[in-house]
């Protein structure tokens, strides 16, 4: 079924008056339902039984009607009050079907309506027309000549009547909030929109709270979603759920602004029915807005008391066979049925919020006795169901059961959906046994076991010399809870718990210890002859010792990979661990700060793997310049050059198509590592090559380096390698005979300390930080050569040999 904002609807029926009173409906907008008309009162009575017209949703075969117009004391204008009903588009109602009232009239036979619903009768309209004398044969003769006209005009009054209802209750609920609790517009909207099937600008609740209740109200007659094939109320009831009426009408074919072909046929019909207006009368719609006993009538335009006088076009509702409303429960939740005010959440009839058709509604419970028990429930548009009236005394119930829904719709008793329904008892709440400890410096989560967990009012936790404080949590099953407890910035101890029931004179109390974090233990790992030992895990920070068998460690270095904790520990006697030997077993106990232990088996590992440097050597990648910097000894590695290096397999230790060697500056802030693919060749199982280029360190790597053999992801010991140095470029030294100065010029001087003309350094001169330029004054050399102290390696001295003159 396809839904349109009620605005498509009203705007037909303005063309549709515009058409009648005037002429063929203009491209103007449309006048609103706004004015207040004449009012009826109208009753049903069915096997006996009376009831005020709103509460009667559709009438059927038999009803017996009376109706009466509400006229002022002082009514200057005399009208007639006509009835007929129809039986289809292409079927005449007989003439004794067609009757009329006198309301100036005294006497009830005269001034009242009192009719019986015929059989085959489907609808039934009125008019209330000024009294000019021949009217009623004016009418009759209209309303035979062409049926098929008010059949289509009644359905559609109808509709838009139920339409306007709905809106205002929408505005009614709006006003409400706006005047007693505007703060509450942004969460009481939302659920008036859903309710109530009326279009939400969610915009508006993103202003200023005083702005955002006539922001909601703006362009009303465009809010109300509709089903434009509902021809009956019936029809209303069964439709298109509120849900996908709100998605459609996002859609451009339903959106407002755009009609839809419905609204092409109700202008044709209006187009049709104007051919009837005469001198005498034209035709005004009025939606009729059922309250209680009387029957309001609205209209769009001011009806006229001059020739061609209005008359009032009124639809009561269908004559058809009544359909309850297709209630069904919006949350699988529990109610709890001893709080004020508790909500039997439904969705499903938006008109159970707009009309009196559903009435004398309860909740059928049956008690601890076995007794049935009605407890009566209001609808609220702004709750999303039916509100409890008074709440019920727990110690009548069990904590769990069930109640349903019922009540009466028009003339006819009916059932609706079953809830879940729950009663606090004295039970005290207790930990569930699948609760996991709490633990400080985290938040927690906190299962408790207890009877109706629907009934909680309120839960309270108090720290160690803290005041108490609200905890939120939400209801987990049946008959469990989980509070949430906050305990970032808490100290071990016990935290304090109250668990409040609605209804309840006392708060069941829980006392729970909670633990600092416990340290996680994954992996100790000592291997033959260290006597250092490496704990890895989570929150090792707790760890304040470790026993090995009799052997005591202290904790060392914590450092934290990811979430992983490496704690080494040095052992106190180390000569003593070094005797441990490859596959021996021991017990270890790691001691936590809150004194509690935890014990490991542990296995002594093989020992780790070991190199001894044999030889290295330097090849510079491309020629030296003519002014070279020439390094002193072979630990220095300029970033120009590649090494060779060769190492020696520790005694006992052979190398494997797996192994590597690790190349690391001293903060192993760059490293390489050197594998069977990359630089690493073995020239037997003892010896192997290495070669490695510093540019794979990357362009700022500089300073020591260190290496270390690397096996099955087993770490050696750290070995020195070399300095690395990274080179200016010398381009020319230029001196004036007898001068005590020479001009250096060159590139990437900034990486020189200092320059001198001895190895003494105590004629030189340094190079600022920092510095930018491409030359600088030194000191004259004494003979052919300077000195160089480099950034990279300030404790070394570097040569430039200069040229011969």
């Not at 075969?61 to 129809?86: C, K, M, T, W």
């Not at 009125?126 to 359905?155: A, H, N, W, Y």
């Amino acid at each position: 079924m396809i839904c349109q904002p009620v605005h498509a609807v009203y705007a037909a029926f303005a063309a549709f008056a515009a058409l009648l009173s005037v002429s063929a409906a203009g491209a103007a907008d449309p006048a609103p339902f706004d004015l207040a008309g004449p009012g009826l009162s109208v009753s049903v009575t069915r096997r006996g039984e009376s009831l005020s017209i709103g509460r009667v949703p559709a009438l059927a075969a038999g009803d017996v009607l009376e109706i009466e117009a509400d006229l002022p004391a002082d009514q200057s204008v005399r009208y007639l009050l006509v009835s007929a009903f129809l039986r289809g588009a292409t079927n005449p109602p007989p003439k004794k079907w067609i009757a009329s009232a006198q309301t100036w009239k005294r006497k009830d036979k005269d001034r009242i309506l009192k009719l019986t619903v015929p059989e085959d009768a489907r609808q039934l309209v009125l008019f209330l027309v000024p009294d000019t004398g021949g009217d009623f044969g004016t009418i009759s003769d209209v309303v035979r000549g062409k049926p098929g006209e008010f059949v289509r005009v009644t359905q559609i009054l109808g509709q838009a009547s139920l339409d306007r209802a709905r809106l205002n209750a929408f505005v009614a609920g709006i006003r409400t909030q706006e005047n007693s609790h505007p703060e509450y517009l942004k969460t009481v909207a939302p659920v008036l929109s859903s309710s109530l099937a009326v279009k939400l600008n969610a915009d508006c609740l993103a202003k200023l709270v005083e702005s955002q209740a006539a922001c909601l109200l703006e362009n009303r007659e465009a809010l109300v979603l509709v089903d434009v094939h509902s021809n009956s109320l019936t029809e209303t009831i069964v439709g298109t759920p509120a849900d996908l009426a709100f998605q459609i009408s996002a859609t451009r074919e339903a959106g407002y602004g755009f009609y839809s072909p419905y609204i092409g046929v109700v202008r044709d019909v209006a187009r049709i029915f104007g051919a009837f207006n005469n001198p005498e009368f034209t035709y005004l719609p009025a939606l009729g807005i059922q309250n209680g006993t009387a029957m309001s009538l609205l209209l769009n335009a001011a009806p006229s008391f001059r020739k061609p006088k209005s008359v009032l076009v009124v639809a009561m509702p269908a004559i058809e066979k009544d359909v309850p409303p297709p209630l069904r429960a919006a949350s699988d939740s529990a109610v709890c049925a001893a709080r004020a005010g508790a909500v039997f959440r439904v969705e499903g009839a938006p008109l159970i919020y707009a009309t009196d058709y559903a009435h004398d509604m309860t909740v059928r419970l049956t008690t601890k006795d076995g007794r049935t028990m009605d407890a009566p429930v209001a609808p609220r548009a702004d709750k999303g169901g039916y509100v409890l009236v008074s709440p019920l005394r727990a110690a009548d119930f069990a904590p769990s059961t069930s109640g349903r829904l019922q009540g009466v719709w028009g003339f006819n008793r009916f059932d609706g959906p079953e809830f879940s329904v729950q009663f606090p008892q004295d039970a005290a709440w207790q930990v569930d046994h699948i609760a996991p400890r709490l633990i400080v410096g985290r938040d927690n989560m906190l299962p408790l076991k207890g009877a109706a967990p629907a009934c909680v009012e309120s839960i309270t936790m108090q720290l160690p010399g803290r005041p108490s404080q609200p905890v939120k949590w939400q209801v987990s099953g049946p008959d469990s809870i989980a509070i949430d407890v906050p305990l970032t910035d808490a100290r071990a101890g016990d935290v304090q718990f109250a668990v409040k029931a609605f209804g309840a004179s006392q708060a069941t109390m829980l006392t729970i210890r909670a633990y600092a974090e416990a340290s996680r233990i994954d992996n100790l790992r000592l291997h033959a002859g260290d006597d250092e030992a490496v704990l890895t895990g989570l929150r090792l920070d707790e760890i304040t010792g470790l026993m090995l068998d009799d052997l005591a460690f202290r904790p060392g270095e914590l450092s934290r990979e990811g979430d992983v904790d490496t704690l080494r520990f040095r052992a106190d006697t180390p000569d003593k661990v070094r005797l441990l030997g490859q596959g021996h077993n021991a017990r270890a106990r790691v001691t936590l700060k809150d004194g509690r232990s935890i014990g490991l088996p542990v296995t002594i590992t093989a020992p780790r793997p070991a190199v001894t440097l044999i030889t290295k050597s330097i090849d510079y990648k491309e020629p030296l310049p003519a002014l070279a910097i020439h390094l002193e000894g072979q630990d220095m590695l300029p970033d120009t050059a590649r090494m060779t290096m060769s190492v020696r397999a520790a005694e006992g230790m052979r190398f494997g198509a797996q192994d590597s060697l690790e190349i690391a500056t001293i903060d192993e802030g760059a490293h390489v590592r050197l594998s069977a693919s990359n630089g690493l060749r073995l020239e037997s199982p003892q010896i192997a090559i290495a070669s490695f280029d510093p540019a794979a360190l990357g362009s700022s790597a500089f300073g020591p380096l260190r290496f270390r053999r690397v096996q099955a992801g087993v770490a050696g010991d750290w070995q020195p390698l070399a300095t690395l140095v990274r080179l200016p470029a010398v381009q020319s030294v230029s001196c004036d005979p007898g001068a005590k100065t020479c001009r250096l010029t060159g590139k990437n001087l900034f990486l020189i300390d200092s320059v001198a003309d001895d190895r003494t350094f105590d004629r030189s001169v340094a190079v600022p930080s920092g510095f930018t330029g491409n030359a600088i004054d030194v000191p004259a050399p004494q003979g052919r050569t300077l000195y160089l102290k480099l950034r990279d390696a300030p404790g070394a001295v570097q040569e430039v040999v200069l040229p011969a003159a």
